[in-house]
């Protein structure tokens, strides 16, 4: 994915953008400002910020700020989920996912992609409650969709197309999290 200067997020859980701060000028190359929820990265003024290693640095900055975000948020909303349906879970960790947007282990162990941030946070409760389905039923068939129906008022497959059509469009619009 290109990063540049006019990179944005804006979603109900985050707002994320890069800006180009020319008082960073021989400086240093970038400044991160951060309130909960908003995220302002300031880049130095560079003609190089499109090379290919500045680029993986920029996207490992995005990720990294992701993360950050989604260790606050998160981890909240899934003991708020686990609380309401009466679920215990061990540990929640927040990871780089490629391919998945959350796992949950037979430990009772969730794993939640920082990636989730860029999703509308119906989405974001949906996974959240997916996985805590799984609590209760490790796999994808029959009683776990009763049970995922059950905190979804009756939504859960519906909410999966939704999560697929938005994956399809997020990485057809951006490439690649990788």
């Known amino acids: 994915m ?3 200067s006019s990179f944005r997020i804006d979603t109900e859980l985050l707002q994320l953008r ?3 701060d020319p008082s960073l000028a021989g400086r240093a190359d970038a400044a991160v400002s951060r309130r909960p929820g908003d995220v302002t990265i300031s880049l130095a003024p560079r ?3 499109g090379a290919p290693a500045r680029q993986q640095w920029l996207n490992d900055a995005l990720a990294e700020q992701l993360r950050r975000e989604a260790k606050r948020a998160l981890p909240a909303r899934l003991d ?3 609380r309401q349906f009466s679920l215990r879970y061990q540990r929640v960790t927040i990871k780089r996912m490629h391919t998945r947007w959350g796992s949950c282990s037979g430990l009772g162990n969730i794993n939640l992609s920082l990636w989730l941030m860029l ?3 119906h989405l974001v409760d949906y996974v959240i409650k997916h996985e805590l389905a799984h609590l209760n039923e490790m796999n994808h068939g029959p009683r776990f969709w009763k049970e995922l129906d059950a905190m979804t008022e009756g939504q859960a497959k519906m909410l999966a197309r939704e999560m697929r059509q938005f994956t399809r469009q997020l990485f057809n ?3 690649s999290f990788a």
Request: charged share 20%.
């Open 47 to 49: 003609p190089d910020w």
């Open 119 to 121: 999703a509308p946070t």
């Open 2 to 4: 290109r990063i540049d």
């Open 80 to 82: 708020g989920f686990a």
């Open 18 to 20: 890069f800006v180009t």
């Open 173 to 175: 619009a951006r490439g």
